[in-house]
């Protein structure tokens, strides 16, 4: 559950053309404007960032930078379409526009020009799978799962892996990068390190004048060395290098996020230029306090005031349930006065309705997910949870990948919760496509009408047809999956993890199930030493989590906690969060929903 989490956030939801600013503020300005050497926009939330870095491209281009010469790193690939088709929308519809795309997908342009043909991606599963069979059977399960998330960290952190078995690890690799050249494939690290051999290869020729990289601080160690030695060697000026980002919101660590870009850019380029923005144009100046407040409380510096619009409606509370259910049918019930538009402060103020896709519940990890999903469905309030909902995740789907990533001799990926069907299916039947599947298959469990009229079978049909069979099919899948890309479900309420739900915004946002050893998350089943003995690195990362979720709001925001949650299977009565302490009292309404039992008197007959 820590780290499933997704890597990749969903990217912002589009906003209203009313609602973005038209022009730019100084701080703006001056970013889009900043050169030649390299510059770093540090960009707190809701202030402008993707309209800082689209303005910037536009004065880069109506400066006469060629197009071929600028290229933007994003994050994810939606981002990278966003900004495509924003560009698009002011440059006009046959403009030639700058490249813009992940730095995966870059290493993997670079690697198939090299090689002369693209790889086969191994997603993340798959790439554990070929690790963990080249490690000693005698080394016990558990030790060598640990043993790959050590290695997976240390590969993206740039750091020898040290400590126990470190030996075996090192054997391991060796012999994974034998079959991986053997059978051409990689994994997304594969990729990257790639890139970084590649451009500190002497006499490395910079392919872009201008390269600007979006959600720096969400890079790892191996990307952010990677997309610098993109932009020329350590001794040169750096003169292009364009990046923008927020490391109060660095939330990776556990991935290998660097999080100190300031530092390691400064170390490299001591002639670089650091601006700031602060006007923030989403969220309600008490919001944005409390948000800071609580992040300030750490070892790190705090993140710096943001300044609200000017008369922007705000309400915040902070509520005690009884029990985990208790809070599960509080949040229905705001949500639908909310949606209903009745007697909360924030709309009588408005007197307008919320739409539903303008509330999201924000949770830790997705086991918080269901009873929430239950209560507002309950409610008759339309909800999604994309991260329950992606396709490939259904059981019998995954089965038929299964089969397809056989074909082309790939290890297979665990089902999930670990329950694999095994399926024997003729190769010939299977080239067909999936439309073939229900005539072949037809009542044979586990499949039956409703799955082929369901929604998950008629997803794969149609990303079979889009990605124009099983090969294509498989690699967006991957990619997909390796980088947690979650489906845009609009008008609903969004219930989300925290993680996916960064660069999204929503009128009205609840963070419920805010207790010790789930926010600040400790470890499933974590007991009281254990909460109690939290790193200061992990519990820093825990404060950026909550100002990430807590800045996801623009009007309204409700923090709750319970005081008796099931989990895991176990009843838990967990303290509040020790991160609600730094919380300003003035601004916080604070309420406490108290369980009554009501008693029936009975009078017994006197025989």
């Not at 660095?250 to 390691?264: L, T």
């Not at 329950?419 to 039956?448: H, K, Y």
Request: hydrophobic residues 45%; aromatic residues 6%.
């Amino acid at each position: 559950p820590a780290q499933e989490a997704d890597a990749e956030p969903e990217p912002a939801a589009e906003q209203p053309a009313e609602a973005r600013p038209q022009g730019l503020n100084p701080g703006q300005e001056a970013a889009a404007q900043a050169g030649p050497g390299p510059v770093l926009v540090l960009a707190g939330p809701g202030t402008g960032k993707t309209h800082t870095l689209i303005r910037r491209v536009e004065r880069l281009l109506d400066a006469g930078v060629p197009v071929d010469a600028l290229a933007v790193v994003t994050f994810t690939r939606r981002a990278a379409t966003e900004l495509s088709e924003r560009l698009a929308a002011l440059r006009g519809k046959n403009a030639a526009l700058p490249l813009a795309d992940t730095l995966h997908a870059l290493a993997l342009a670079l690697w198939t020009m090299r090689r002369g043909q693209p790889p086969v991606l191994l997603s993340e599963d798959a790439a554990r799978k070929i690790f963990l069979e080249a490690l000693p059977e005698t080394l016990p399960r558990a030790e060598r799962e640990a043993l790959y998330r050590r290695h997976s960290l240390a590969r993206e952190t740039l750091a020898p892996l040290g400590g126990e078995h470190a030996l075996l690890a090192a054997q391991a690799q060796a012999r994974v990068l034998e079959l991986k050249a053997a059978r051409n494939l990689a994994d997304f690290t594969d990729l990257v390190e790639f890139l970084y051999a590649e451009v500190r290869q002497p006499g490395f020729t910079p392919p872009f004048a201008h390269l600007l990289v979006d959600e720096v601080q969400d890079l790892s160690a191996l990307q952010l060395e990677a997309v610098l030695g993109l932009a020329g060697p350590p001794g040169e000026g750096g003169a292009g290098f364009f990046a923008i980002g927020d490391p109060h919101q660095s939330i990776y660590a556990f991935r290998g996020a660097a999080g100190d870009v300031r530092r390691r850019m400064g170390l490299r380029w001591p002639g670089l230029t650091v601006l700031s923005l602060s006007e923030n144009f989403r969220t309600g100046q008490g919001i944005l306090d409390a948000a800071r407040a609580m992040a300030a409380n750490s070892h790190q510096a705090a993140p710096p005031a943001l300044k609200a619009r000017p008369g922007a409606a705000w309400e915040l509370e902070l509520v005690q349930a009884p029990d985990a259910r208790f809070e599960a049918r509080l949040i229905a019930e705001r949500a639908s006065r909310l949606i209903g538009g009745t007697s909360l402060t924030l709309l009588d103020s408005h007197g307008a309705h919320l739409a539903p896709g303008d509330v999201a519940v924000l949770v830790r990890f997705r086991a918080l997910i269901a009873p929430l999903k239950a209560a507002l469905e309950q409610a008759g309030l339309p909800c999604s949870a994309p991260e329950a909902e992606v396709f490939w995740e259904d059981a019998r789907v995954a089965a038929i990948l299964r089969v397809a990533e056989r074909l082309f001799g790939l290890p297979e990926p665990a089902a999930p919760d670990g329950q694999a069907l095994t399926l024997n299916l003729p190769e010939f039947l299977l080239i067909q496509g999936p439309r073939v599947l229900p005539s072949a298959l037809r009542e044979s469990p586990p499949f039956d009408r409703f799955f082929w009229e369901g929604p998950a079978f008629r997803d794969l049909c149609h990303e079979f047809e889009e990605h124009g069979g099983w090969v294509g099919l498989l690699d967006w899948v991957r990619l997909q999956a390796g980088l947690a890309e979650l489906r845009h479900s609009a008008q609903k309420v969004r219930i989300l993890t925290l993680h996916a739900a960064k660069g999204l915004e929503f009128e009205a946002v609840f963070l419920p199930a805010l207790e010790e050893g789930i926010l600040p998350f400790a470890g499933p089943g974590a007991g009281p030493e254990q909460i109690e003995a939290l790193a200061q690195e992990a519990l820093d990362e825990e404060r950026r989590l909550l100002y990430v979720g807590m800045t996801r709001a623009k009007s309204y925001l409700c923090l709750s906690f319970a005081s008796e949650r099931v989990l895991y299977g176990r009843t838990l009565a967990q303290a509040p969060s020790r991160l609600l302490a730094d919380l300003p009292t003035d601004s916080v309404r604070r309420r406490q929903v108290v369980q009554k039992v009501q008693t029936r008197q009975t009078h017994m007959s006197l025989f």
